[in-house]
């Protein structure tokens, strides 16, 4: 411990820590220790921890240290001394303030700083914490502008350093060893002081002082201005300085004896006066705390058989008197009294009145009629009961008191608290007598990210709600910090928020993530990504538009730097409006792109920066080949500049200037669509160890307070070393243990720490894992893949610096022992990323990347979707399903009406040669179907109704319908000659309007049906198992139904209305296909409208999607105006004469299969299926590829 006055002492601390030094252990080492950090004081005491049991008590010290000056003026509370610069200083880049002060007042002005223009900056000490305000004008009312709080507890009595810093527009404020900058107000960057006040505001007194009439009490050690000591000036009565009041120049120092109480066997018990005997009595003290509950007082009532408890619960004096265990009084007082502050309280006892009272405020003052019959005998006990005996007389059911006391008093008598030390007056257990221990454990606070503060006498607790962060300090983002790694974890297209940098400085952002088979795009949104349209003006020169995105300017880095593509599209329409001009002129437009504020582009979208050219340019085919764009061509007709700008280093577009828009008839308009960019060079940034003794080195990990390390992993061995980095006695290591097993260790000087997670399956599959391990001041936690974190708490004030200076090693050590083999990727240490590709590509038994990303992501791909390997990651190929999106999860729904048809051509009839010897019966190809996998979902109110059909060369169908009854009928007819075979459920009311999902399974003769979650039902058929030469399938209307009976006939042409989601029959998906890849085997008539239909679920608000439509633009339309819906009207004209066409060719196409199929029935007879072969090439019954036949000979192959 150390002290200036050999009273109120402060415990000496390393770090957050106590400073204990281990001693020699024989009679002639000797034992050196140099303090980290310096202490000034006059007195030291050592006090004994731990004895040498097998040696003499004994010591020996030597202290050396540095002579010290100090210049000391002392401030009564109406006292000041003013300092003003006679001549004007020449203006200096820096200005700097520092001083020493010491004080028992939480409040008062330190000093107040008046320069040109009437601007000031005002020290000022408010509840023990230090406040710096500008204001600016003579009259200002305002209580001026808060830059920065820092400290606390400054109210100690002990010497707290303060230094004051202006570097051009940044303001350096220090107080002891935390320093905090804070950007200035430009009118104060170059401004110069020209009066310093201290003590109190000593100006023209027209402006509201910050603190009023709160003058500064205590003490100012070596006040200097640059290199100016004003204390020095001051006692030689320089000109310069003037004195107000009584200032001297020696520190007068109260004593003020303070007691703390530590723990729980803490406790402090004194006797009754005598005087008590009148029946008067008062108790008075002071105490601080930070928590909210605490016994402050208590003492027996033995004529009333009673007991009185003065305690603290939920932050309010509360006073409570109990008789035979039961309450008969409560009064309370005060609110808010855990805030670290010094508080009064006061109880005192008439023969009729009884009162507490907080900080002398009557408004806190609470009173009864009921008095208080005490004895010189009886005992209080102020903090708790004592531990170690059973005292009746001392009951305590509340928590003990942990804080401060101070002024204790009995009836207007002051407790001589240094005699209590010395056992002369009454009794104690675990005091610190003549100090105050108390900690602000959140100034500075460890909570990151804007995270809230709050403590308790031995903790802190920081509340990271609505930060975006979590953890103990709020150090680890909940976000992902790319749509890359949300695609990963099986999301959708949807906002999300990202956090680019992890747990580093830069907030997380909401962005939209447009997730597509191929890749996840991030979708920065700025102000106007509309056509926007420019018409001609006399008054202005040029036209200038400004970008704001919705991303901040780090944020925008971030997304740029860290994606493998961005692009932005850059379009100008004009009509005699030109844009480039030639290479050799002066550019009319110009836009600013890049890193904040841009510079200067003149290319446009599609061509290489500094061409200064367009993309027609580029690629050689512009309007007129004297210019490098199109509209530089200065026609009187619209023409268009537009492409992709792709560069990184010139993104994103800032502002846009059109310099040609003046001229009479000049239109231009002008689109800068939203920045997007993809992939995620940290997300997929990996190294390949295939041997043990292989690592990577890198830079010493700096994480002193928080570190944060994940990163991914797959292998197949049971153990080896992820990552380690060695200090002098400090290190942290992370290690797969065993093959189910990880273990992160560490040590910052309070001894190895080591955090398991035990998981229930081996990581050693070759299979991605994840693990995150996190070390902070509080706890230390690991967590991999989903399995519960494992935490470890921090020792209480122990050390918490994390001190390393060696090399960072990955995959491996130092000693090349327990190297680690197989793949690490996505290595982030506190949100930045390590390249291990960069450090691979050159070190010896490391490779760069590592493949194989379907065995841990293949899952993501749904509804027979097919996993596909690619360098980075993997991509979903829905071809196979009826689904579609990022992970064919999508459902493909339609709207039907009663005239909508989707045909879909299985198989095309063979063009016979005019001397074909050929037969009939085999001018079809042969592709013949031993089994169906059919699945769709439907939504509809109609009943009877057809919902899919499918027929074949030979007269033979499969109709899947809803009866009469709403109940689902399969009919199979597999033989021409035999009737059809009706399959009915018994699942009913299934045109109900509500959404059911079917799957149909036939191999041969058994077929299988089930409708929603309903048990599935068993059929089988009797007439044959091959549907031979399958000809079309049909949703909805049947246009030609000869081969079906009247009753099928007539529901066929019924058509159906309602909705189909998700048809799938073994390979195909004629809906889907119909919808998003019309070809010639898809025909479609009438209205087909996509909708969401299919979907049982409403849509997540989170993720929805706005979709704006476009309405017609009001008069004619220039041919080549940029305006979207002219363009679709031109595309809607051209289109419908394709359909026409089409619509024709397919019109005689089919009559020409009727007459084919006409003719095959003549030819037919009852032994045509005996006749083939049992080997016949069937449809697969799914999408396996393994399930797939070899064609034989003559057969054509089909894969549908």
């Keep these: 411990m150390f002290s200036d006055t050999g009273h109120n002492w402060r415990q000496h601390r390393q770090e957050d820590s106590f400073g204990a030094f281990p001693g020699?252990?024989?009679?002639?080492?000797?034992?050196?220790?140099?303090?980290?950090?310096?202490?000034?004081?006059?007195?030291?005491?050592?006090?004994?921890?731990?004895?040498?049991?097998?040696g003499r008590i004994g010591l020996r010290l030597e202290i050396y240290g540095c002579r010290y000056t100090s210049d000391v003026a002392n401030f009564d509370g109406g006292s000041s001394l003013v300092y003003r610069l006679s001549v004007r200083p020449s203006w200096t880049e820096m200005e700097v303030i520092s001083l020493k002060f010491k004080t028992l007042r939480n409040s008062g002005t330190l000093l107040h700083a008046e320069g040109q223009r009437d601007h000031s900056l005002t020290l000022v000490l408010e509840k023990g914490r230090l406040l710096l305000y500008h204001q600016q004008g003579l009259s200002s009312s305002s209580s001026g502008q808060l830059l920065v709080t820092l400290g606390s507890l400054l109210d100690d009595q002990h010497w707290h350093h303060i230094k004051l810093e202006r570097l051009n527009a940044h303001l350096n404020l220090t107080v002891d060893k935390n320093t905090q900058q804070v950007h200035i107000p430009a009118e104060l960057s170059s401004w110069d002081i020209h009066q310093l006040s201290l003590g109190t505001v000593q100006g023209h007194g027209l402006q509201k002082p910050i603190l009023s009439n709160r003058n500064f009490h205590g003490c100012l050690e070596n006040l200097l201005y640059n290199?100016?000591?004003?204390i020095e000036l001051a006692k030689k009565n320089n000109h310069q300085v003037s004195m107000m009041g009584n200032v001297t120049f020696s520190c007068a120092e109260p004593v003020l004896v303070a007691v703390t109480f530590t723990d729980s066997q803490s406790s402090l018990m004194l006797q009754g006066l005598r005087s008590w005997s009148s029946g008067v009595i008062s108790v008075a003290l002071q105490f601080r705390t930070w928590?909210?509950?605490?016994?402050?007082?208590?003492?027996?009532?033995?004529?009333?058989?009673?007991?009185?408890?003065?305690?603290?619960?939920?932050?309010?004096?509360?006073?409570?008197?109990?008789?035979?265990?039961r309450a008969q009084l409560e009064l309370s007082a005060g609110s808010g009294?855990?805030?670290?502050?010094?508080?009064?309280?006061?109880?005192?006892?008439?023969?009729?009145?009884?009162?507490?009272?907080v900080d002398k405020d009557e408004g806190a003052t609470a009173h009864t009629s009921i008095p208080l019959p005490m004895t010189p005998e009886s005992q209080?006990?102020?903090?708790g009961c004592p531990a170690d005996e059973d005292r009746q007389e001392c009951v305590n059911p509340f928590r003990v008191f942990q804080g401060c006391m101070r002024l204790l008093g009995l009836d207007n008598q002051p407790v001589d608290l240094i005699k209590v030390q010395q056992r002369l007056l009454g009794n104690y257990s675990h005091l610190q007598i003549d100090m105050c221990g108390i900690i602000d454990r959140c100034s500075p606070s460890h909570c990151e990210?804007?995270?809230?503060?709050?403590?308790?006498?031995?903790?802190f607790h920081c509340n990271c709600s609505n930060s975006g962060y979590r953890g103990a300090t709020c150090h680890s983002s909940t976000y992902e910090q790319s749509c890359e790694a949300y695609k990963h974890k099986g999301n959708t297209s949807g906002h999300y928020y990202i956090d680019v940098d992890g747990s580093g400085p830069v907030k997380p952002q909401l962005i939209y993530c447009n997730m597509t088979e191929d890749t996840a795009w991030m979708v920065v949104q700025h102000n106007n990504t509309e056509l926007t349209r420019v018409q001609s003006s006399p008054e202005k020169i040029q036209h200038s538009a400004h970008f704001d995105y919705a991303s901040e300017e780090e944020q925008l880095e971030s997304i740029i730097s860290q994606s493998d593509h961005c692009e932005q599209e850059l379009s100008y329409h004009c009509r005699k409006s030109r844009l480039l001009n030639t290479p050799e002129g002066s550019p009319f437009s110009w836009w600013v792109g890049g890193p904040d504020p841009g510079q200067v582009q003149t290319h446009w979208g599609g061509a290489l920066p500094g061409s200064r050219q367009c993309a027609c340019g580029l690629q050689d085919n512009c309007l007129d080949s004297n210019h490098y764009c199109n509209c530089d061509t200065d026609l009187d007709q619209w023409a268009n500049d537009s492409g992709l700008l792709i560069h990184k280093e010139t993104l994103p577009v800032r502002s846009l200037v059109l310099g040609d828009v003046t001229r009479p008839g000049s239109e231009a308009a002008y689109r800068v669509g939203p920045l997007l960019c993809h992939g995620d060079k940290n997300f997929w940034n990996a190294a390949f160890f295939d041997k043990e003794t292989s690592y990577l080195h890198f830079p010493t990990f700096h994480g002193e307070l928080n570190a944060d390390i994940s990163f991914l992993f797959k292998t197949t061995s049971s153990s080896g070393v992820f990552l380690e980095n060695l200090g002098i006695k400090d290190f942290i290591r992370i290690e797969l243990s065993s093959s189910s097993e990880v273990v992160f260790s560490f040590d910052v000087g309070n001894g190895p720490l080591e955090v398991r997670v035990e998981a229930s399956v081996q990581l050693n599959d070759n299979r991605w894992h994840s693990v995150r391990a996190e070390r902070n001041v509080k706890e230390a936690s690991l967590r991999v893949d989903e399995f519960p974190a494992a935490t470890q708490e921090a020792p209480a004030d122990g050390h918490i610096h994390l001190q390393l200076n060696s090399q960072l090693f990955i995959g491996g050590t130092a000693s090349r022992q327990k190297g680690f083999l197989g793949c690490i990727r996505?290595?982030?240490?506190?949100?930045?990323?390590?390249?291990?590709?960069?450090?691979?590509?050159?070190?010896?038994?490391?490779?760069?990347?590592?493949?194989?990303?379907?065995?841990?992501?293949?899952?993501?791909?749904?509804?027979?979707?097919?996993?596909?390997?690619?360098?980075?990651?993997?991509?979903?190929?829905?071809?196979?399903?009826?689904y579609t999106g990022s992970f064919c999860h999508q459902e493909i729904s339609a709207s039907f009406t009663s005239t909508t048809s989707i045909v879909y051509n299985l198989q095309e009839p063979y063009e016979p040669s005019r001397n074909s010897s050929t037969m009939p019966s085999s001018i079809y190809s042969e592709m013949t179907l031993r089994g169906e996998n059919l699945s769709l979902s439907f939504r509809t109110n109609q009943s009877p109704a057809l919902l899919l059909y499918i027929n074949s060369f030979y007269r033979e169908y499969l109709a899947l319908l809803i009866n009469k009854h709403d109940e689902l009928e399969l009919r199979y007819k597999l033989h021409s000659s035999r009737d059809v075979e009706v399959l009915g459920s018994r699942v009913m009311n299934l045109a109900d309007g509500h959404l059911h999902s079917l799957t149909i399974r036939r191999l041969a003769d058994t077929v299988s049906v089930q409708i929603d979650q309903n048990a599935r039902e068993d059929f089988n058929l009797t007439s044959d198992v091959e549907f031979n030469s399958i000809k079309m399938l049909i949703l909805g209307r049947v246009q030609e139904s000869d081969e079906l009976d009247s009753e099928l006939a007539g529901l066929a042409s019924l058509g159906f209305t309602g909705c189909l989601s998700g048809v799938h029959l073994n390979s195909i998906s004629p809906l889907k296909s119909a919808l998003l890849h019309p070809d010639s085997h898809v025909i479609v008539t009438g209205p087909l409208v996509e909708s969401s239909c299919g979907s049982s679920s409403p849509a997540n608000p989170y993720t929805a999607e706005t979709t704006h439509s476009l309405t017609d633009q009001p008069g004619s339309a220039d041919p080549g105006q940029p305006l979207v819906n002219a363009m679709r009207s031109d595309s809607a004209l051209i289109g419908g004469v394709i359909a026409v066409v089409i619509f024709i060719s397919v019109s005689a196409l089919a009559i020409l299969a009727r007459f084919i199929c006409s003719r095959k029935e003549t030819y037919r007879n009852q032994d045509v299926k005996a006749s083939q072969p049992d080997d016949i090439h069937e449809l697969p019954f799914s999408s396996q590829a393994d399930s797939q036949c070899a064609p034989r000979e003559n057969q054509k192959e089909f894969f549908i």
């Design 227 to 230: 290199d100016l000591n004003l």
């Design 449 to 459: 990210h804007g995270g809230r503060c709050t403590q308790s006498w031995s903790t």
């Design 826 to 882: 996505s290595l982030q240490l506190n949100g930045a990323t390590l390249d291990l590709e960069e450090r691979a590509k050159i070190t010896p038994g490391v490779r760069p990347g590592c493949p194989g990303h379907c065995s841990s992501y293949g899952s993501l791909c749904q509804n027979h979707g097919r996993c596909v390997e690619r360098d980075n990651g993997f991509s979903c190929d829905c071809g196979p399903s009826a």
């Design 291 to 325: 928590n909210k509950a605490g016994l402050l007082v208590t003492f027996d009532l033995p004529q009333q058989e009673g007991t009185v408890w003065l305690y603290l619960s939920e932050a309010r004096l509360r006073l409570q008197i109990s008789r035979a265990g």
């Design 380 to 383: 209080l006990f102020f903090g």
């Design 24 to 54: 020699n252990s024989n009679a002639d080492s000797v034992v050196q220790y140099k303090l980290e950090q310096s202490v000034i004081a006059r007195y030291l005491r050592l006090i004994p921890l731990d004895w040498n049991p097998t």
């Design 337 to 357: 009294l855990n805030d670290g502050q010094w508080h009064s309280v006061e109880m005192n006892s008439r023969q009729d009145q009884l009162s507490i009272t």
